[in-house]
């Protein structure tokens, strides 16, 4: 059984999760201008499945510089 996956766009100063989109068939459309628009501003994208995505930290850190909107 295949595993749900998703793309994650992580914070490229704290490495926290701080995007996510389901990479599923009828979301391929959204989810490339997602990713698109997180590559633009600057965050590290990556696949990993919604397990990963669960355990994940969410959110800046704290002392992160890189927060802005
Ligand atoms: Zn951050």
Same mark, same amino acid.
């Given at each position: 059984? #295949? !595993? ?8 490229? !100063? ?5 995007? &996510?989109? &389901? #990479? /599923?068939?009828?979301?391929?459309? !959204?989810? &490339?201008? #997602? ?10 994208? !990556? ?8 355990? &994940? /930290?969410?959110?800046? #850190? ?8």
């Amino acid at each position: 059984m #295949d !595993e749900p996956m998703a793309y994650i766009g992580r914070c490229p !100063e704290c490495k926290h999760v701080i995007f &996510a989109s &389901a #990479d /599923t068939p009828n979301n391929k459309k !959204e989810l &490339a201008k #997602d990713v698109g628009d997180c590559i633009k501003s600057g965050l590290e994208i !990556e696949r990993m499945s919604f397990e990963g995505v669960r355990k &994940a /930290t969410w959110g800046h #850190d704290p002392q992160c510089k890189y927060k802005r909107r």
